[in-house]
């Protein structure tokens, strides 16, 4: 195994910074080997990139409001621009708009929109474009995925160049929500966008599109950013089997994959023509639990279920030290507001058997469905979870899932399952999107009255400590009455051949270099 280099820790954030328009996100950035110099080459025009990912599906859409995997987002990036960008060190840079400021109490906040940004088409975007795009995620007929956190917009409005956004309540996190992966910048007209639509403000365009199975996209000659998109085109290709992703990589037939099979990661590493790449930030792996559902509407079935687990297994087994333990709350160590006082739930069978009784139960028995669609790992995850709480009594049945299908027919389908989560950048954003009443997303169905006030208490808080006390006691809501089961967050753990370039710094908000990989990467 190669030698990783560990350059970032936790960043500060200040409100002011944030009211600028630019400033350092509480992430971290875990940069791998950078394999014969080629990261720090200058970058140059040319070649067609081919990437394998471990995502795709049939149904896949246009429709950005459906966007719910990793080849979804990384084709999302690639052909759209948005109104902010995270940039690969963490910080919040303009896109579409090169500006933003607020009023004092982080209500009101102004985006000024840039000059010449080019659709595909030869069109032009304007502030009614971006109020189009982030209105289709709006409404009460809106089943986008973005609604729980568009929903606080309360109006919005063009003023000359600029977009002025009104929200129902402060919040300091603003721009971080809109660069959001599904608040894509469209064109529009008469006041809406067309979700079927391939036509982006993006560095590349789209030539052909089967979903499921390759996009093929050539560079927009007109892209504003002269210093990125230096492909001349791209072929992003759905490689759900990991050995066959591995094998694409090591013959030459893909330049770059993601989701390294991690069992081979180490062989892989020796290769002479290919260099892992790792990033460390909020993604983690869960298990599902819907909370409507019996056994699993009784929090005392959901907290033995937690302590049934062995989590360092998971870490060690199937993460292969590529991670860290989770503690069944989305937060990760590099978020602002991280609990890291917070009780370690650990394995005890004895805990686990106690809320069984709570329950009225000797034992349990339930079906966990998994597939590496989930994430690489998750069948052999769920198999190593039935084996250890079978000493707390509870039968754990794994349920091989197809990997086709697994988000349409499994998730959220399925009452016990295995999930990937890539993490938000804040706190209010991870919490919006996956745990709050009614979200899109909300994949256990999870009710929590307390919860549900904290999270739009703290979104308008700007005492920095009573804010940090709020997310404290939601993590802990999460934890101990929550419906996911959260063992480990893990690493990104990408691969590519070395005449892939890259800058130093890659970001670690999602893989593939915060899903930018190719508009950011260059042939060396």
Not at 274 to 292: C, N
Request: hydrophobic fraction near 40%.
């Amino acid at each position: 195994m190669r030698d990783f280099r560990q350059p970032i820790t936790q960043l500060g954030i200040s409100r002011r910074r944030v009211l600028q328009g630019a400033t350092a996100l509480g992430a971290a950035a875990l940069v791998g080997p950078l394999g014969a110099g080629n990261a720090l080459a200058a970058p140059k025009k040319g070649g067609t990139l081919k990437i394998g990912m471990a995502h795709g599906n049939t149904n896949d859409t246009y429709n950005p409001g459906t966007w719910d995997n990793g080849y979804a987002q990384v084709f999302a990036t690639a052909r759209n621009g948005y109104l902010v960008e995270v940039a690969a060190d963490g910080s919040l840079v303009g896109e579409v708009a090169e500006s933003w400021d607020a009023t004092p109490d982080a209500k009101v906040w102004t985006f000024k929109i840039r000059d010449g940004v080019e659709y595909h088409d030869g069109g032009t975007v304007t502030p009614e474009d971006v109020i189009a795009s982030i209105d289709f995620h709006r409404g009460e007929k809106s089943t986008s995925a973005a609604k729980p956190f568009v929903k606080q917009i309360t109006d919005m409005k063009a003023d000359g160049k600029n977009v002025v956004i009104t929200l129902e309540a402060g919040n300091a996190d603003f721009p971080f929500v809109a660069s959001d992966y599904h608040l894509a910048i469209l064109p529009s007209k008469d006041g809406k966008i067309d979700p079927t639509s391939a036509i982006g403000c993006g560095p590349y365009k789209v030539t052909n599109y089967k979903p499921g199975v390759i996009a093929e996209m050539v560079r927009h000659p007109n892209y504003w950013k002269s210093d990125r998109a230096h492909f001349d085109a791209v072929q992003m290709l759905t490689i759900l089997d990991p050995a066959a992703r591995q094998s694409a990589l090591m013959t030459g037939n893909v330049d770059v994959i993601d989701q390294v099979d991690l069992k081979t990661a180490g062989l892989m590493a020796r290769a002479p023509n290919v260099t892992i790449l790792q990033t460390t930030g909020t993604q983690h792996y869960t298990f599902a639990m819907d909370t409507r559902a019996a056994p699993f509407n009784d929090n005392n079935v959901r907290r033995a279920l937690k302590y049934g687990v062995n989590r360092q297994e998971l870490v060690d087994k199937i993460l292969f030290g590529y991670g860290e333990v989770g503690n069944d709350h989305p937060i990760g160590r590099s978020n602002r507001y991280y609990a890291a006082d917070l009780e370690q739930t650990s394995y005890d069978p004895d805990k686990a058997k106690y809320y069984l009784k709570q329950a009225g139960l000797d034992s349990l028995d339930v079906s966990l469905s998994a597939a590496d669609a989930a994430f690489a790992g998750a069948v052999d995850a769920a198999v190593l979870y039935s084996n250890s709480a079978k000493d707390a009594g509870i039968n754990i049945k794994p349920v091989r899932e197809p990997n086709d299908g697994y988000w349409s027919d499994v998730w959220m389908k399925k009452p016990f399952c295995a999930v990937y989560w890539g993490g938000r950048p804040t706190e209010d954003w991870m919490f919006t999107v996956a745990y709050a009443k009614g979200a899109a997303w909300n994949d256990t169905f999870w009710d929590n009255d307390r919860f549900n006030e904290l999270l739009v208490e703290a979104r308008s808080e700007l005492d920095d400590d009573k804010r940090r006390a709020m997310y404290r006691e939601m993590q802990d809501l999460v934890r101990t009455d929550g419906g996911t089961v959260i063992p480990m967050f893990a690493s990104y753990v990408m691969a590519h051949t070395n005449k892939i370039a890259h800058p130093e710094t890659v970001g670690a908000n999602w893989t593939l270099d915060g899903f930018r990989a190719i508009e950011r990467w260059w042939f060396a």
